[in-house]
């Protein structure tokens, strides 16, 4: 006899089977949430921390969200975060440029007036605290299908010794030989012809400026394909025959990025920008690297037509507010890597990010700017895949050993590395060797020296901008005393192209950026700029205690010169380090540097020793920190460096 359920049994046994069938059906879902409980719960554990440090969300008022590209930290303690258009066309074409100033330790912010599209301008620290802008955006790119007028570079020339002229946007080109007209996008001044005279022999050499020109109208009839000497509309008599344009082929090719000239002073007190002397070369993408005698010298970037600037260099004086060309020319990519050495000379690691062409210029190397001889510096891996790596000068700056972290390949390349490169400058013979490989091989990783000699590294992409989903969501901290590295805390979101990091004066370090060119991994649906900004707390934050630097106020230290502190705290400290505050944008933080600074100690009284080397410590702010013998560090205290006369 066969036993039959009851009617209860049968029912507990269908919602049993129901049960089943639901869990199989969402048990990815079911596990997926308690494993992000777990993880949630584990990240937050205090042991987790202190070896692992943390992530927490800056909570940024909406009215102050912007597209950030650049960053930079001021002596007030304030960072200065700007976007301009924030590569965003509709912005540019608005003329919506912003700049919002941002104070981490009251979590307040304050959007600054910005005068110009400062979107892929350069900027570093200068002596009196201010923050150099110079360049920025002139026009947008357009790809070669969405050029609907004919256009390209009109040369501009003037005759007359003793007249220079400035033609206005607008200004119409007729060509002598082909009939066809184009008109000027901007302004331009062409400066008197230069005139010698020797052995009662007079000699005039027409001067020349560049200026972007288009045609009035779309349509394939009004391209040019040969050269031209082109009368300039308005003008008569003499003026007709001293100023005229010379332009090759006006067409329908991809037109890049074009670049200004404009130059600006942030001030940080005042908090607005002021404007100074432009640059001799409309820049787009340069590297701004300051001298050992305050100056700051302006390299490479897109000019006014889009191309890479051939090696016009030049220099910028704080005092007089003016820029002067190096006498001889040297050609690198867009936004070179170039650090201040203790020998006084440019060394160039080989980073780059973003034009220029593939075989020039992408050697590392030693610059003399005095007799503009480069020496190379041979010996790093995947020469093929610096662009878009990070360098850094590592703590201390006093040994000068540099390394290069990760990269890709030139332009939209699909190669990245996991490579570091380490070279120190102090041996005879230079030569670059590798470190233990990063996390991942990344474009764009962002790397930031931490006050106890170690260096914190943080996302990228394993492609270019992200495609094919491919940020990496890893971060690890590098030792250089023991050339060892370890992982820390994942970062909350990726971060690739158009992000950054910076160390803060509490110690903590903040994440911005990321411009992912698809939102998908199959390259569907454009990105969204991250707009979040994060913090990381690294774990020396973790410990129980910390050292305090008692007397809080800004103090100026001439090179070679002392200065004391009160110091208290729970453990003995160990060693002070003078940080030059970050200024950061496309990979690129030349400015960040470490100096060990000597150290003496009486009771809770410690006094500490500049470097008498304005080469290892240019002048400017620096942060003052001092780190007990677990590697904590105090909050830091602001010391001015001024110019050594």
């Given at each position: 006899m066969r036993l039959r359920p009851n009617r209860r049994a049968r029912r507990m046994a269908l919602g049993a089977a129901a049960v089943t069938v639901l869990a199989g059906m969402n048990g990815p879902a079911i596990w997926g949430y308690a494993s992000d409980q777990y993880h949630d719960y584990k990240i937050n554990q205090p042991e987790y921390k202190e070896k692992n440090g943390h992530w927490d969300v800056v909570d940024v008022p909406r009215e102050y969200r912007i597209n950030t590209i650049h960053a930079a930290l001021l002596h007030t303690g304030k960072v200065l975060l700007v976007a301009g258009s924030g590569n965003n066309a509709a912005n540019f074409r608005a003329k919506s440029f912003r700049t919002v100033l941002w104070d981490p330790r009251n979590n307040t912010f304050k959007n600054i007036p910005t005068p110009k599209d400062l979107f892929c301008a350069g900027h570093t620290q200068l002596p009196d605290g201010s923050l150099l802008v110079a360049g920025g955006?002139?026009?947008?790119?357009?790809?070669?299908?969405?050029?609907?007028?004919?256009?390209?570079?009109?040369?501009?020339?003037?005759?007359?010794?003793?007249?220079?002229?400035?033609?206005?946007?607008?200004?119409?080109?007729?060509?002598?030989?082909?009939?066809?007209?184009?008109?000027?996008?901007?302004?331009?001044?062409?400066?008197?012809?230069?005139?010698?005279?020797?052995?009662?022999?007079?000699?005039?050499?027409?001067?020349?400026?560049?200026?972007?020109?288009?045609?009035?109208?779309?349509?394939?009839?009004?391209?040019?394909?040969?050269?031209?000497?082109?009368?300039?509309?308005?003008?008569?008599?003499?003026?007709?025959?001293?100023?005229?344009?010379?332009?090759?082929?006006?067409?329908?090719?991809?037109?890049?990025?074009?670049?200004?000239?404009?130059?600006?002073?942030?001030?940080?007190?005042?908090?607005?920008?002021?404007?100074?002397?432009?640059?001799?070369?409309?820049?787009?993408?340069?590297?701004?690297?300051?001298?050992?005698?305050?100056?700051?010298?302006?390299?490479?970037?897109?000019?006014?037509?889009?191309?890479?600037?051939?090696?016009?260099?030049?220099?910028?004086?704080?005092?007089?507010?003016?820029?002067?060309?190096?006498?001889?020319?040297?050609?690198?990519?867009?936004?070179?890597?170039?650090?201040?050495?203790?020998?006084?000379?440019?060394?160039?690691?080989?980073?780059?990010?973003?034009?220029?062409?593939?075989?020039?210029?992408?050697?590392?190397?030693?610059?003399?700017?005095?007799?503009?001889?480069?020496?190379?510096?041979?010996?790093?891996?995947?020469?093929?895949?610096?662009?878009?790596?990070?360098?850094?000068?590592?703590?201390?700056?006093?040994?000068?050993?540099?390394?290069?972290?990760?990269?890709?390949?030139?332009?939209?390349?699909?190669?990245?590395?996991?490579?570091?490169?380490?070279?120190?400058?102090?041996?005879?013979?230079?030569?670059?060797?590798?470190?233990?490989?990063?996390?991942?091989?990344?474009?764009?990783?962002?790397?930031?020296?931490?006050?106890?000699?170690?260096?914190?590294?943080?996302?990228?992409?394993?492609?270019?901008?992200?495609?094919?989903?491919?940020?990496?969501?890893?971060?690890?901290?590098?030792?250089?005393?023991?050339?060892?590295?370890?992982?820390?805390?994942?970062?909350?979101?990726?971060?690739?192209?158009?992000?950054?990091?910076?160390?803060?004066?509490?110690?903590?370090?903040?994440?911005?950026?990321?411009d992912s060119l698809f939102g998908d991994k199959d390259n569907t649906r454009p990105g969204t700029f991250q707009q979040q900004i994060d913090l990381y707390t690294p774990p020396y934050l973790f410990h129980e205690g910390r050292p305090e630097i008692r007397d809080r106020g800004p103090r100026t230290v001439e090179l070679g010169g002392k200065t004391a502190y009160r110091v208290t705290g729970p453990r003995p400290v160990t060693k002070a380090r003078l940080i030059r505050p970050g200024s950061f944008t496309h990979v690129t933080n030349i400015e960040q540097r470490s100096i060990a600074l000597d150290l003496a100690r009486d009771g809770d009284r410690t006094t500490v020793t500049v470097p008498d080397d304005p080469s290892l410590v240019p002048p400017g702010w620096y942060m003052l920190e001092v780190v007990d013998d677990r590697g904590t560090p105090s909050e830091a205290v602001w010391v001015k460096v001024p110019v050594k006369e």
């Open positions: 955006t002139q026009r947008y790119e357009k790809l070669g299908g969405d050029v609907t007028k004919a256009g390209g570079l009109m040369v501009v020339h003037n005759e007359n010794p003793d007249k220079p002229m400035t033609f206005p946007a607008g200004t119409r080109f007729t060509g002598r030989g082909n009939g066809k007209t184009f008109e000027s996008k901007d302004a331009v001044l062409v400066p008197r012809a230069k005139k010698e005279t020797k052995d009662d022999r007079v000699t005039v050499t027409a001067s020349t400026a560049r200026v972007y020109v288009e045609a009035l109208k779309k349509g394939p009839k009004y391209e040019t394909g040969t050269t031209d000497n082109y009368r300039i509309e308005g003008l008569s008599g003499s003026d007709a025959d001293n100023f005229y344009g010379i332009a090759n082929k006006l067409s329908f090719d991809k037109k890049d990025f074009q670049g200004i000239k404009d130059a600006f002073e942030f001030d940080p007190v005042a908090e607005r920008y002021i404007p100074v002397d432009p640059m001799q070369e409309a820049r787009w993408y340069p590297t701004l690297t300051t001298l050992q005698d305050g100056k700051v010298l302006s390299v490479s970037g897109l000019d006014e037509i889009g191309q890479v600037v051939p090696g016009k260099n030049e220099v910028y004086d704080p005092k007089t507010k003016k820029w002067t060309y190096l006498p001889r020319q040297r050609f690198f990519p867009t936004y070179p890597s170039l650090f201040l050495t203790d020998g006084g000379k440019i060394f160039y690691t080989g980073s780059n990010a973003g034009y220029g062409p593939a075989d020039q210029g992408r050697t590392p190397g030693l610059w003399d700017l005095e007799s503009n001889d480069f020496t190379e510096v041979p010996g790093i891996s995947d020469p093929d895949t610096l662009e878009t790596s990070m360098s850094v000068l590592l703590p201390p700056a006093q040994r000068q050993r540099y390394m290069v972290l990760g990269g890709g390949g030139v332009g939209e390349d699909r190669k990245s590395t996991a490579k570091t490169r380490i070279v120190d400058l102090h041996d005879p013979k230079p030569a670059f060797h590798d470190g233990p490989e990063l996390y991942s091989k990344v474009r764009y990783p962002s790397s930031v020296i931490l006050p106890d000699d170690t260096v914190l590294t943080t996302n990228g992409s394993g492609d270019y901008r992200g495609r094919g989903a491919s940020n990496v969501l890893r971060a690890e901290i590098y030792d250089p005393g023991t050339n060892k590295r370890r992982s820390v805390a994942d970062p909350l979101v990726g971060r690739n192209y158009h992000s950054g990091a910076l160390l803060l004066p509490d110690g903590r370090v903040m994440t911005f950026g990321s």
